[in-house]
Nanobody
Framework: VQLQACGGGLVQARGSLRLSCAVS????????VGWFRQAPGKEREFVAA????????FYADSVKGLFTISRDNAKNTVYLQMDVLKPEDTAVYYC????????????????WGQGTQVTVSS
């Protein structure tokens, strides 16, 4: 399984960005796909995840109501719509995938994409 993340960039505070994570392979529906982020000097933290088979989303408390995770089964792609961005959302965002149960722990995910930088200016 390979994951390809894109969509990052520079945006002003209160702006929006949509990240995409393309997942290779024919077993897309079996996966849980998550988004994590890592700011300089900080640990990687959970942002959101989705159970691809059902579309059920899960969010970190810090992004609830602001970020929306979704998937397009026809395109094997998971999206992270980020609205009302804040400077503290600045980080490298990674998508990751795993089978079985949903978890918020980065080390539980088996497959990772390269990061995409999100920078929010004040």
């Amino acid at each position: 399984v390979q994951l390809q993340a894109c969509g990052g960039g520079l945006v002003q505070a209160r702006g929006s960005l949509r990240l995409s994570c393309a997942v290779s392979g024919r077993t897309f529906s079996r996966y849980i796909v998550g988004w994590f982020r890592q700011a300089p000097g900080k640990e990687r933290e959970f942002v959101a995840a989705i159970r691809v088979s059902t579309g059920a989303p899960f969010y970190a408390d810090s992004v609830k109501g602001l970020f929306t995770i979704s998937r397009d089964n026809a395109k094997n792609t998971v999206y992270l719509q980020m609205d009302v961005l804040k400077p503290e959302d600045t980080a490298v965002y990674y998508c990751a995938a795993r089978l079985m149960s949903l978890t918020f722990v980065a080390s539980d995910y088996d497959y990772w994409g390269q990061g995409t930088q999100v920078t929010v200016s004040s």
